[in-house]
């Protein structure tokens, strides 16, 4: 009976430098007809199991993508990188012995490749709102996920890359979730209805909070960068906006729609102010909350903006929800 595997404990880079040369380098392809009896067999789909070494699991998933193979790896494909892996007993386990493929199979919980990305995107956004972008670490991800961090890397490739893919994923959630508000908002369609909807996302989804409010403490020197997330999402203008609610007929006609934009621009950084992040940041306890600032400019723009109480506000909506689908279609998760 083969010994349960052991979590790696330390990084790959403390192996025996005579293993770790060995093991980075070749893998279960070199110096064998394993991949032309693969093809034979028609077989595109390959389980990395068995008690091995972080850097031979490592080694062969490499090596097998490059290969274009699909590649599942057994929770339990890893036995020990300890830098004393050679002198022990586990070292030899680890060459000779093996666990029949049957047997890892029903006992392992196989991850699919799709699962693997979502689960850490998921737990990369977590820590993105807990230590911020400065602090949060390529190895914090992994060890959060469970996973070496080989195989984050395999995914994405920089940390930059791994944030950008929360942002996209997080804004794809917040466009969805303000489109599910507008369709179910009996006067979705108006101006004042765009704030409501966008509230009533934000209120669940803290992250995207954070993007819309250029949070500092959040993504730190990330804002900094050139060419972010944030300098390349594309926003239509508020005065483009304002003429084409007009042209709808959900905004007053009579109305100058320069000025309204104007207006409404600069509320935006008051209402920023109230996202929970930015509460915090500022420790101001007289500060209302989002919810009270949304209803209450909610009113001043269905009294100032919208033609009537009976105007149809369909056009508006069916607007906005194409903004909306633009949005996402421009920026997929």
Request: proline share 4%; hydrophobic share 40%.
């Amino acid at each position: 009976m083969v010994r349960r595997p052991v979590r790696a404990s330390s990084r790959t880079q403390t192996l025996a430098p005579a293993v770790r040369s060995r093991k980075t380098r070749h893998s279960f392809f070199a110096y064998t007809e394993l991949e032309p009896i693969l093809r034979t067999l028609g077989t595109n789909r390959l389980i990395v199991c068995g008690f091995q070494t972080n850097v031979c699991v490592e080694a062969m998933v490499r090596a097998a993508l490059e290969r274009n193979f699909e590649v599942a790896v057994a929770e339990d494909a890893v036995a020990t990188d300890g830098p004393d892996l050679r002198l022990t007993p586990c070292h030899r386990e680890a060459y000779v012995r093996f666990d029949k493929l049957s047997r890892v199979v029903k006992r392992s919980k196989m991850v699919d490749e799709q699962e693997r990305e979502q689960a850490i995107l998921d737990v990369a956004a977590e820590l993105l709102l807990r230590l911020g972008y400065n602090k949060l670490t390529m190895g914090d991800v992994a060890e959060a996920v469970g996973l070496h961090r080989g195989l984050v890397y395999l995914r994405f490739k920089s940390k930059d890359e791994l944030v950008e893919a929360v942002a996209r994923r997080e804004l794809d959630r917040y466009a969805e979730l303000w489109s599910e508000r507008l369709r179910t908002d009996p006067r979705g369609g108006s101006v004042a209805s765009v704030y409501r909807a966008m509230a009533g996302a934000l209120r669940q989804l803290p992250l995207a909070g954070a993007i819309v409010a250029r949070d500092e403490d959040i993504f730190g020197k990330y804002l900094r960068r050139s060419g972010d997330f944030h300098g390349r999402i594309e926003h239509f203008g508020t005065r483009e906006f304002v003429r084409m609610m007009q042209d709808a007929g959900a905004v007053r006609a009579d109305i100058d729609a320069d000025a309204v934009a104007f207006i409404l621009d600069s509320l935006t950084p008051a209402l920023r102010d109230t996202f929970q992040h930015r509460r915090e940041q500022s420790g101001r306890s007289d500060l209302p909350t989002t919810d009270a600032v949304v209803d209450a400019l909610s009113q001043l723009l269905e009294l100032g903006l919208t033609p009537s109480a009976s105007a149809d506000l369909e056009p508006g909506k069916a607007l906005l929800l194409d903004l909306l689908s633009t949005l996402r279609g421009r920026h997929p998760a």
